[in-house]
């Protein structure tokens, strides 16, 4: 009998072993269907490729496994919902072999679902980057492409400032608070779990406590002349996230620059969100809305999003529709755009170009 202390690097799940080479991968976190199988094997023979050679050789490039796909759901939802489960077999569907990945914050679905509502970010965030950075099939891909539903979308793009191992290459929000919110969501009648939160958040949004339990007074944004100040003094998580502190990170606008997309999805009709703008960064005060790229954060680049832009990776993009309402179409071909492998090219986008350039079409590539 061979113990599993005596494997070495010869047989197969030892391409499972991380980048350092520091541990072997338990024997229980190998037990997969031979479809994720696959997905070991690729991505452990991707992880291994700085050991073996300088630059990659064109089988490597040629590689068409897609890159892995990290979903966050949003507020109310839960990791294994029909929706997250629909979405996830659309996008195996558009690209067979694909590895999908839900964040999940709870053992089961309902705590996932009271962790939407209930818990600090900054901590749920540390808990999804080290958990990421520890899976055996995300860990060891050269990179992975992340949808955010709602709030998952300012959550996903706070995991690429703070840590982004595995790095992403393509970021898609949907209807998400990037700019905040500032009016609380209307709650189904028999839905006590949002009431209780909302009655909260209502009571005192700034206290340290609402703070540090309860989520959407963590995006929470109100840009009155009376009540900013008190956002960037109290906000556990938006007004760091979007750097809007007088100390900026570097370290957030460096990684948001590395992306090669990051797509804005705004709903036409949402009544969820307020304001909706807020999906495309932008500022609303009253009746003044301030396009995102008139904005201070943008003019002096407090998040990478100009040189984001300069290379044609910032899109906007308009669904007809309230909020969370996405058609097949959209997502097909949301997938069809940015989904794929590592070595797939894209197009900038060339409209409302930054500094008034004209992008010609050029090739991107991960190596």
């Known amino acids: 009998m061979i113990c599993l202390t005596q494997i070495r690097l010869t047989l197969p799940w030892s391409l499972l072993i991380r980048h350092h080479l520091t541990s072997l991968v338990p024997l229980s976190s190998i037990r997969e269907t031979p479809k994720k199988m696959k997905h070991f ?3 452990g023979l991707l992880a291994l490729r700085p ?15 897609p890159l892995p796909l990290v979903i966050w759901h949003g507020l109310g939802d839960t990791y294994n919902s029909e929706g997250m489960q629909y979405v996830a077999s659309l996008a195996e569907a558009q690209h067979p072999g694909i590895f999908v990945h839900t964040i999940q914050l709870g053992d089961d679905a309902n705590a996932d679902r009271s962790a939407t509502f209930i818990g600090n970010v900054t901590t749920q965030l540390e808990t999804v980057c080290a958990e990421l950075a520890a899976h055996p099939i995300l860990s ?11 709030q998952g979308g300012q959550f996903l793009r ?8 595995p790095p992403v290459r393509s970021l898609m929000t949907f209807g998400s608070q990037h700019n905040g919110i500032v009016r609380f969501r209307a709650c189904a009648d028999r839905d006590f779990l949002c009431h209780g939160a909302m009655a909260l958040l209502r009571f005192n949004t700034w206290s ?6 309860l989520v959407p007074a963590q995006y929470f944004r109100d840009p009155s002349p009376d009540q900013f100040p008190r956002y960037l003094e109290n906000s556990n998580f938006l007004a760091d996230i979007n750097n809007e502190r007088e100390e900026k990170n570097a370290t957030y606008a460096a990684n948001m620059a590395r992306l090669e997309n990051f797509v ?3 709903f036409e009709d949402d009544t969820t969100v307020i304001p909706k703008e807020t999906a495309w960064f932008e500022e609303v005060n009253g009746t003044e809305v301030v396009p995102l790229r008139a904005r201070q954060l943008y003019r002096e680049d407090w998040l990478g999003l100009r040189a984001l832009d300069r290379k044609g990776g910032l899109r906007f993009r308009q669904i007809p529709g309230d909020h969370m309402q996405i058609g097949e179409e959209v997502l097909n071909s949301t997938f069809a755009e940015f989904l794929g492998p590592a070595g797939k090219k894209f197009a900038v986008e060339k409209e409302g170009a930054a500094d008034g350039l004209v992008f010609e079409e050029l090739q991107i590539v991960i190596f």
């Not at 630059?55 to 490039?61: F, M």
């Not at 340290?208 to 339990?213: D, K, P």
């Open 140 to 150: 060891t891909a050269p990179a992975i492409d992340a949808i955010g539903f709602s």
């Open 41 to 43: 094997l690729t991505w």
């Open 51 to 65: 050991l073996v050679t300088a630059a990659p050789t064109p089988d490597q490039e040629e590689d068409d496994t």
């Open 208 to 213: 340290s406590f609402v703070q540090a339990r």
């Open 264 to 266: 804005m999805y705004m």
């Open 158 to 165: 706070g995991y690429i400032e703070r840590c982004n191992r």
